[in-house]
């Protein structure tokens, strides 16, 4: 059994992976280094690291088309063994890409990948990353935005079980991820998982 972290390039997901697992992982200061999916396995279950989509510096239009169909194609084959779902956003930018798409007239990739995970009913949680950079009287304005944005009510806080403020660099918001990794697991019917996770940090090994 596993679960997902999917996200757009450069938003921290293998930065969120070694804050949770304490593990090294494969992190890169140039978006679109992690291009095929990375495990970190702990008994029966596994942590899955899936390449980043949208913008990558040097990466083809054709190339990053062919990641985002790879992504989809692997969350649906791997549906039954997939427990649920992390997505990780960007504090910051987030709302300013979904802007550029809407004056497109385009949907975000980030907002088709949380409704698609819901269609595959993997239940996601919202990982809002980099939480840091938001002065912290302007963050419920900028998670009341996201969550508008998914396609949820605001105020955001209705949605804790949902959307997670976060800190890669600082572990802000680490045992709020840890509290809902756990109440997934149990919800899931999986809560002898629980057991991989001891004082809110996970024991992931790199496979």
Not at 164 to 174: D, I, M, N, Q
Request: positive net charge; aromatic residues 10%.
């Amino acid at each position: 059994m596993e679960i997902v972290l999917v996200g757009r390039s450069n938003v921290g997901k293998s930065s969120v992976i070694k804050q949770l697992t304490g593990k090294r992982v494969r992190v890169g200061k140039r978006p679109g280094v992690t291009r095929r999916p990375y495990r970190y396995r702990c008994g029966e279950l596994d942590l899955v690291d899936m390449p980043g989509f949208g913008f990558m510096a040097g990466v083809s239009r054709e190339r990053r088309e062919e990641i985002k169909t790879s992504i989809v194609r692997y969350l649906e084959r791997n549906r039954r063994r997939i427990l649920f779902a992390l997505e990780v956003l960007d504090a910051r930018a987030f709302s300013e890409i979904v802007e550029r798409w809407k004056r497109r007239g385009q949907v975000p990739v980030d907002v088709e990948m949380f409704q698609f995970l819901q269609e595959l009913e993997l239940r996601p949680i919202v990982v809002v990353n980099k939480i840091d950079l938001v002065y912290p009287e302007e963050r419920d304005d900028v998670l009341d935005n996201i969550c508008e944005k998914l396609g949820m009510s605001f105020p955001w806080r209705q949605w804790g079980d949902v959307v997670v403020p976060f800190s890669a660099k600082t572990g802000e918001g680490w045992e709020n991820v840890i509290r809902l990794i756990r109440e997934r697991l149990t919800a899931c019917g999986k809560p002898h998982f629980n057991r991989f996770l001891k004082r809110g940090r996970s024991r992931f090994t790199n496979r």
